[in-house]
């Protein structure tokens, strides 16, 4: 681990009572303690993940012994899971349904936030606080009738069922008309005066301005959608369209005592957002950091 | 639907500037713009929780098409009167009680520790941030394993350190601490890092020109970070407090609500009387009060927003 101090910052000046070389000693002393601590946590942090691995890779049978130790290590379980359930089926449900749901809501977000942001129109605050309130709303307290809803027009069981709902975001075009005020109004009204529409203007000036959010948006979708429970599971009972999450709570019973399975599935179920979390690391961050969420 | 904001561009009173309405209003791109969100909106968010507020004064039934009949405010005074929805209230506020503070704290700490560390963030990005994208599924799956009586790591780790381990899941009293344990492992990375952001705002000057007048890392802790942080603080504790208030997953799978229902949540309570015993009209009332209780949280916060902005 390449962890490497903080340099104390140089100054030349001395403080008042204490010598500069002192507070200097102290900050060193206290960054040194502050790492220790810190990589303590970060251990015992990843210790179920590794615990997780650990087991998925005993056979069944030794998984009763609690050791860290593999005598006979194999990929039996992960096999047996990639044979034995539907969970290739699961990953090509979830990840066709994460990504239409991450397409859908950064083109129709975006839009709608181009509205808000750069067209004068009548009521056009009383539209913002109208999205808006969608941020109230937990999306749980609608489960029922969203449920009746798809229910009467025969979705369900569909990854429409899955999808539609999961589109209208309000956070989502609030991310957006917060980073289309910042780009600088000459730029699109330059384009404005030369004549192109505003179609134009929104396809070839300001969204290609605007990756940094469309990625942060699209992936918080992705992940979200990968992730979703509640909704996936009462809308998909058919084995085959199930996700990922809706799947592994489904098959954990059946699996009863082998936990090498159960724990092989587990880490399956996570390897893709893992693959996310390590590409995309720094969109990640910055999405939560810099979109406006920070308050 | 708002979507109608193309109305022609007439004021009602007598214009009053000269130049033309037509120049500057925008009617009709604007509505063509916001129709995709605003329908779908409409359709899958307004539309429901307008259907589910009717639905509330309705005997409604799953299995039955239509509303059914009409019943006032009873699922309301049944949902007030029932002793498992108070109790669901309760484990929901309990939960939310038992993760809020750590939560806020070890994110705080945590990224504290992390801002002083130069290289070697991704490190603890990966450690405390990972878990957090993981489906909630995934986290059940292991921490289940984690807390398995006889099995478990928990229990061995404990053991050998001299100290006897509860039967996390399956005791009435540990079964909610044990998933509030879990919870905060999960979820701490997204406070991490919006605390790791508002650290980086603050200027480094003000740090260096304290240290010039001696002050230690305690006390600059004490006087710039901490009050420079408030306002993330408050986002945090409000996006932790409504995040707990909506607990389900880990609870559907890990215990199911149980043992003895001492972990069923309010949500899980809409769950289990709207789609196993059927009856959507009380579990649509049941909703709305719950709802209620998120938008009182919510009035809080921007009243304390509102008030850290006028001092500011």
């Given at each position: 681990?390449?962890?490497?101090?903080e340099a104390?910052?140089?100054?030349?000046?001395?403080g008042?009572?204490?010598?500069?070389?002192?507070?200097?000693?102290?900050?060193?002393?206290?960054?040194?303690?502050?790492?220790?601590?810190l990589?303590?946590?970060a251990?015992?942090?990843?210790v179920?993940?590794?615990?997780?691995?650990?087991?998925?890779?005993?056979?069944?049978?030794?998984?009763?012994?609690?050791?860290w130790w593999?005598?006979n290590?194999?990929?039996?379980?992960?096999?047996?899971?990639?044979?034995d359930?539907?969970?290739?089926r699961?990953?090509?449900?979830?990840?066709?349904?994460a990504?239409?749901n991450?397409?859908?809501?950064?083109?129709?977000a975006?839009?709608?936030?181009?509205?808000?942001?750069?067209l004068?129109?009548?009521f056009k605050?009383?539209?913002f606080?109208f999205?808006?309130?969608?941020?109230?709303?937990?999306?749980?307290?609608?489960?029922?009738p969203?449920?009746?809803?798809?229910?009467?027009v025969?979705?369900?069981?569909?990854?429409?069922?899955?999808?539609?709902?999961?589109?209208?975001?309000?956070?989502?075009?609030?991310?957006?008309?917060?980073?289309?005020?910042?780009?600088?109004?000459?730029?699109?009204?330059?384009?404005?005066?030369?004549?192109?529409?505003?179609?134009?203007?929104?396809?070839t000036?300001?969204?290609?301005?605007?990756?940094?959010a469309?990625?942060?948006?699209?992936?918080?979708?992705?992940?979200?959608?990968?992730?979703?429970?509640?909704?996936?599971?009462?809308?998909?009972?058919?084995?085959?369209?199930?996700?990922?999450p809706?799947?592994l709570?489904?098959?954990?019973g059946s699996?009863?005592?082998?936990?090498?399975?159960?724990?092989?599935?587990?880490i399956?179920?996570?390897?893709?957002l893992?693959?996310?979390?390590l590409?995309f690391?720094?969109?990640?961050?910055?999405?939560?950091a810099?979109?406006?969420?920070?308050? | 639907?708002?979507?109608?904001?193309?109305?022609?561009?007439?004021t009602?009173?007598?214009?009053?500037?000269?130049?033309?309405?037509?120049?500057?209003?925008?009617?009709?791109?604007?509505?063509?713009?916001?129709?995709?969100?605003?329908?779908?909106?409409?359709?899958?968010?307004?539309?429901?929780?307008?259907?589910?507020l009717?639905?509330?004064?309705?005997?409604?039934?799953?299995?039955?098409?239509?509303?059914?009949?009409?019943?006032g405010l009873?699922?309301?005074?049944?949902?007030?009167q029932?002793?498992d929805?108070?109790?669901?209230?309760?484990?929901?506020?309990?939960?939310?009680i038992?993760?809020?503070?750590?939560l806020?704290?070890?994110?705080f700490?945590?990224?504290?520790?992390?801002?002083?560390?130069?290289?070697?963030?991704?490190?603890?990005?990966?450690?405390f941030?990972?878990?957090?994208?993981?489906?909630?599924?995934?986290?059940?799956?292991?921490?289940?394993?984690?807390y398995?009586p006889?099995?478990?790591?928990?229990?061995t780790?404990?053991?050998?350190?001299?100290?006897?381990?509860?039967?996390?899941?399956?005791?009435?009293?540990?079964?909610?601490?044990?998933?509030?344990?879990?919870?905060?492992?999960?979820?701490?990375?997204?406070?991490f890092?919006?605390?790791?952001?508002?650290?980086?705002?603050?200027?480094?000057?003000?740090?260096?020109?304290s240290?010039?007048?001696?002050?230690?890392?305690w006390?600059?802790?004490?006087?710039?970070?901490?009050?420079?942080?408030?306002?993330?603080?408050?986002?945090?504790?409000?996006?932790?407090?409504?995040?707990s208030?909506?607990?389900?997953d880990?609870?559907?799978?890990?215990?199911?609500g149980?043992?003895?229902?001492?972990?069923?949540?309010?949500?899980?309570?809409?769950?289990?009387?709207?789609?196993?015993?059927?009856?959507?009209?009380?579990?649509?009332?049941?909703?709305?009060?719950?709802?209620?209780?998120?938008?009182?949280v919510?009035a809080?916060?921007?009243?304390?927003?509102?008030?850290?902005?006028?001092e500011?």
């Amino acid at each position: 681990m390449a962890t490497t101090l903080e340099a104390p910052a140089e100054s030349g000046r001395r403080g008042g009572g204490v010598t500069r070389a002192q507070v200097d000693a102290r900050t060193k002393l206290f960054n040194r303690i502050c790492l220790g601590v810190l990589i303590a946590f970060a251990i015992l942090w990843l210790v179920p993940l590794a615990w997780a691995l650990d087991t998925g890779l005993k056979p069944n049978a030794e998984t009763t012994k609690a050791t860290w130790w593999i005598d006979n290590p194999t990929f039996g379980a992960f096999r047996r899971t990639l044979q034995d359930t539907d969970i290739l089926r699961w990953y090509a449900a979830s990840f066709i349904t994460a990504a239409l749901n991450a397409i859908f809501t950064v083109i129709t977000a975006s839009l709608a936030a181009y509205a808000l942001s750069r067209l004068n129109f009548r009521f056009k605050n009383w539209v913002f606080w109208f999205v808006l309130a969608g941020i109230m709303i937990p999306g749980q307290v609608l489960i029922v009738p969203q449920f009746r809803e798809f229910n009467s027009v025969g979705l369900l069981n569909t990854f429409w069922a899955v999808v539609l709902p999961q589109v209208p975001t309000a956070v989502a075009v609030f991310i957006f008309k917060q980073f289309f005020d910042g780009l600088p109004r000459d730029l699109d009204e330059a384009a404005r005066v030369d004549g192109a529409s505003f179609w134009r203007v929104y396809r070839t000036v300001i969204m290609p301005l605007t990756r940094p959010a469309m990625a942060a948006v699209a992936i918080f979708t992705f992940v979200q959608a990968w992730n979703n429970l509640l909704w996936p599971l009462l809308v998909l009972t058919n084995p085959k369209l199930m996700t990922i999450p809706v799947g592994l709570a489904t098959v954990q019973g059946s699996f009863g005592i082998r936990y090498a399975d159960t724990m092989a599935s587990a880490i399956l179920g996570a390897l893709p957002l893992v693959a996310v979390f390590l590409l995309f690391q720094k969109h990640i961050v910055q999405g939560i950091a810099g979109t406006g969420l920070k308050g | 639907m708002s979507t109608q904001t193309h109305a022609p561009a007439t004021t009602g009173r007598a214009a009053p500037s000269r130049r033309t309405h037509a120049l500057n209003d925008h009617g009709r791109p604007a509505a063509a713009f916001l129709a995709p969100f605003v329908i779908l909106y409409v359709l899958f968010i307004i539309g429901p929780a307008i259907y589910g507020l009717v639905m509330s004064f309705f005997n409604t039934s799953l299995v039955k098409p239509g509303l059914s009949s009409w019943a006032g405010l009873g699922n309301y005074s049944e949902a007030l009167q029932s002793k498992d929805f108070w109790s669901s209230l309760w484990h929901t506020v309990w939960f939310t009680i038992l993760t809020t503070p750590p939560l806020i704290v070890l994110g705080f700490v945590f990224a504290l520790l992390a801002d002083r560390v130069a290289r070697g963030r991704w490190f603890f990005r990966l450690a405390f941030f990972a878990p957090f994208i993981l489906p909630s599924a995934v986290i059940s799956l292991i921490w289940i394993w984690i807390y398995t009586p006889g099995l478990g790591i928990l229990e061995t780790a404990l053991g050998k350190i001299g100290i006897g381990s509860p039967n996390w899941l399956g005791d009435i009293h540990w079964a909610m601490p044990s998933l509030a344990i879990t919870t905060v492992w999960w979820t701490l990375g997204f406070n991490f890092i919006l605390y790791l952001a508002g650290l980086q705002d603050i200027n480094p000057e003000l740090y260096e020109a304290s240290a010039i007048d001696g002050a230690g890392p305690w006390q600059q802790i004490r006087s710039i970070t901490i009050p420079l942080l408030a306002r993330t603080t408050t986002l945090v504790a409000v996006l932790q407090v409504i995040a707990s208030l909506k607990v389900f997953d880990q609870m559907y799978i890990m215990t199911a609500g149980g043992p003895n229902f001492s972990t069923r949540s309010v949500l899980e309570y809409v769950y289990d009387e709207g789609f196993t015993n059927f009856r959507v009209g009380y579990a649509s009332a049941v909703s709305m009060l719950f709802f209620v209780v998120v938008l009182a949280v919510s009035a809080v916060w921007f009243a304390i927003v509102r008030t850290q902005e006028k001092e500011a």
